[in-house]
């Protein structure tokens, strides 16, 4: 029995590599055929007129992208298939395949017997032969989509969906889901046969590295219907641990940009919590074959220019501030604090109280009220403090010009309109009167206000009746990392704070100067674009750059957005006022530790945009045994919460270990023992206050072990988990016992607690918290 299943698995993995051999073949064509119009287009850059280089460089621009997608090294290339019945009707949709869903009459016969009448290859790009066949469709098209929705309960035209596993250009296996277990299908007039135990076990039982796979090949009905969803609204998804949020997340990015390749060209945002979380998923998208419109960024480099946790050099640096002054300075209340500080900012150091010109051939002099007053009046004003200084300015010579009589002189309009026009030009041209107005209304930073507020007493005026005692001390003494002008290191929180402070004071504007283009000065032609232009990989450069400058997107896809803050929802809703938005979450892992307060500031950066719910209900990461261990927690941090259903069960029950007097020579004893028993990676999380801690305790164990805070772990997964001290890490803060429930779900196969004395643990190690 057993060679005879061998040969037909040998048999069905020859059949699908002599299709990819084929599927190989015509992208070589392809290739051939881009760089022939590559050469053609180089060719046409010696014909000078307007409309040739016009041509050529759209040429350029359409052949370079084909031939960087061609050449791309996908693995799995070529990953499904599906074999089907006939459909209801014979239309071929755009991609050139059937797009039916439910099978014709009489596609099964009485007997229980039918034909498949369709069989379509799914692959990462859409390939047709030479006579617009298709070879390979792309795994958004519509015809597609049956590979992921067909089940066995609602299976449609579907009979048998296929994974295939490539490397490069070789077919390594094949694993099958039958749909129709009812019906004897037979193609080519011979039975249909079913190789292997299920795709998606298969896949699941993977070992992790240390970046996100996609999971194009395994992609489940519900998170399908997710992927597909209208964009003309707010999609809201939530899900548990290992329902795949995340990889929701990026595979929706990539279907966008294949539906609708125009309205998206403004960039889609994807806001990711950690750098963490954006290392590990940035290879998703290239693997999907999208990249260079969209940009993954952690909300601590959201701000063009800033990293949270970048140190000043010779400088240490954190990312995270302590819990107590995350929380002041992520609450919606700083919003107020910061536009006192945007123009309290403006009396710092030594500010002039008096004004002395020369007009008219007299001296004139604002005193120290005059000039409170013309302060006092600028900031009625609703503009942005540095784009106030021109009607600072204005009404300066406002009240100059009354100090100096001369109003009351001229009773012509015309007349008084010529004096007046040269009084200010006298007074303008005079250095005092500039120098006085630099330091009276000075150019200010979002770095310099924030330092500003790191002395106590002054961060106490600005947010009098706005912050208690004890928080205006713990955000002080935070700031103290920035010296006078701002430089130094910034957390996650400071972040949302400069950014608000960015809008608190604009960026004033300045002329641009425009070098002359030698072409421009020969032929009087702006050429479209330059030689360095038409590299790809200049274009590459230039497409990172300008993502890197954008602060407006078409679409913004936040994950794990039940950990923003109302300041950084703030932050975030600035970046999409005209976009349309994914957003991605699980209540139950908040680390925030005031949702109400959070959802008010959501619902502001969403606006009135209709809402699309979904939710994602199958945990495809945890087995049961450590699910189960999890859900206890999670029945602590939010009773009544239904949590995920996982899917399957390895027999590995969690391992519990009493840690004694070492806990660092526990910890990396047990992650040692988990190095031998798995062959991905190992991650051990530990109570925020002991990252360095957990840094020296597993040095010289390799990159497959990572060491992690509570905080960074959110959206990760590992083969293994050592979770260090329970109760601390549900200690750290009100939402600790939501921080502690993901970081008992990280675990793919095995999952380890180590229990020190604050947790009180049984004769068995287990914690007092996770005890039934």
């Not at 391992?655 to 031998?676: N, P, Q």
């Amino acid at each position: 029995m057993g060679a005879q299943h061998d040969s037909v698995r040998e048999r069905e993995i020859r059949g699908e590599q002599a299709h990819l051999d084929d599927v190989y073949r015509r992208l070589e064509e392809k290739i051939d055929e881009a760089g022939s119009l590559m050469r053609d287009a180089d060719r046409g850059a010696q014909v000078g007129t307007p409309g040739a280089l016009a041509e050529r460089d759209a040429q350029v621009f359409r052949a370079g992208v084909h031939l960087n997608r061609l050449n791309s090294e996908f693995e799995d290339f070529l990953f499904g298939r599906i074999d089907l019945l006939d459909g209801k009707t014979g239309e071929r949709g755009p991609d050139g395949a059937c797009t039916s869903v439910e099978p014709a009459d009489g596609a099964v016969r009485a007997d229980g017997t039918a034909d498949i009448g369709e069989t379509l290859h799914i692959g990462r790009i859409g390939v047709m032969d030479a006579d617009y066949a298709p070879l390979v469709i792309d795994w958004r098209a519509p015809a597609a989509a049956p590979f992921y929705r067909a089940t066995p309960l609602a299976p449609g035209r579907v009979v048998r969906r296929r994974v295939i596993r490539s490397k490069g250009r070789r077919v390594l296996s094949v694993e099958d889901d039958l749909l129709r277990p009812e019906v004897t299908a037979r193609s080519g007039g011979a039975s249909l046969p079913v190789v292997g135990d299920g795709a998606l076990m298969a896949a699941l039982g993977q070992a992790r590295g240390h970046t996100m796979r996609d999971i194009v090949a395994s992609i489940q009905a519900e998170q399908d219907l997710v992927i597909r969803a209208p964009a003309n609204s707010v999609t809201e998804v939530e899900g548990g641990p290992g329902t795949g949020k995340t990889a929701v997340a990026l595979h929706r990015a990539a279907y966008l940009l294949y539906q609708d390749r125009r309205r998206y060209a403004g960039g889609i945002l994807i806001v990711s919590p950690t750098p963490l979380l954006v290392s590990y998923t940035e290879g998703v998208l290239p693997s999907l074959g999208e990249e260079g419109q969209v940009a993954i960024r952690a909300l601590g480099s959201l701000v063009d220019g800033e990293q949270a946790g970048a140190p000043a050099p010779g400088e240490d640096g954190d990312a995270y501030d302590a819990q107590s002054t995350a929380r002041v300075k992520g609450s919606a209340r700083m919003a107020k604090v910061l536009r006192k500080a945007a123009r309290g900012a403006l009396e710092l150091g030594e500010v002039p109280d008096q004004l002395r010109v020369v007009a008219f051939g007299a001296r004139i002099e604002l005193d120290a009220d005059a000039l409170t007053r013309v302060r006092r009046q600028v900031l009625g004003g609703t503009a942005p403090v540095n784009l106030m200084r021109p009607r600072a300015r204005r009404l300066l010579l406002d009240a100059l010009w009354d100090r100096s009589g001369a109003r009351s002189r001229y009773t012509d309009p015309e007349l008084a309109a010529e004096a007046r026009a040269a009084f200010d030009e006298d007074i303008t041209t005079e250095d005092d009167f500039t120098a006085f107005l630099d330091a009276w209304w000075p150019e200010l930073t979002p770095r310099g206000v924030l330092a500003a507020m790191a002395d106590e007493k002054r961060l106490g005026r600005w947010s009098r009746r706005v912050l208690k005692p004890g928080e205006v001390r713990e955000v002080a003494r935070s700031l103290r990392r920035l010296d006078a002008a701002g430089r130094g290191p910034v957390s996650v929180h400071d972040v949302a704070l400069l950014d608000e402070l960015q809008q608190l004071l604009g960026t004033p504007a300045r002329p641009k100067k425009r070098e002359a283009d030698p072409l421009d000065l020969l032929t009087g032609l702006e050429e479209l674009t330059t030689a360095a232009d038409r590299d790809p990989t200049a274009r590459r450069e230039r497409a990172e750059r300008q993502a890197e400058e954008r602060r407006d997107y078409a679409h913004v896809i936040v994950d794990e957005a039940q950990d923003l803050t109302p300041m950084q929802w703030r932050m975030v809703g600035r970046r999409g006022r005209q976009a349309t938005w994914t957003v991605v979450g699980d209540p139950a892992q908040s680390s925030w530790s005031d949702p109400d307060e959070a959802a008010e500031a959501r619902s502001e950066a969403l606006g009135s945009r209709p809402r699309r719910r979904f939710e994602l209900t199958v945990n495809y990461r945890n087995p049961a045994e450590i699910a189960e261990l999890a859900d206890r927690v999670l029945a602590l941090a939010m009773p009544g919460t239904e949590p995920p259903e996982a899917v399957r069960s390895t027999g590995l029950e969690p391992r519990f270990v009493s840690v004694g007097e070492d806990l660092g020579a526990t910890t990396r004893a047990e992650a040692g023992r988990l190095l031998e028993e798995v062959d991905g990676t190992i991650g051990v999380v530990v109570p925020m206050g002991r990252r360095a801690q957990a840094r020296e305790w597993l040095a010289g164990l390799g990159d497959r072990v990572v060491p992690l805070g509570s905080l960074e772990a959110k959206g990760l997964e590992y083969d293994a988990t050592v979770v260090v001290s329970p109760a601390e890490i549900a200690d750290e803060s009100p939402a600790g016992l939501r921080v502690l429930y993901v970081a008992l779900t990280r675990a793919t196969q095995r999952l380890t607690v180590l229990a020190g004395e604050k947790d009180l643990p049984d004769e068995d190690g287990v914690p007092d918290l996770l005890r039934d």
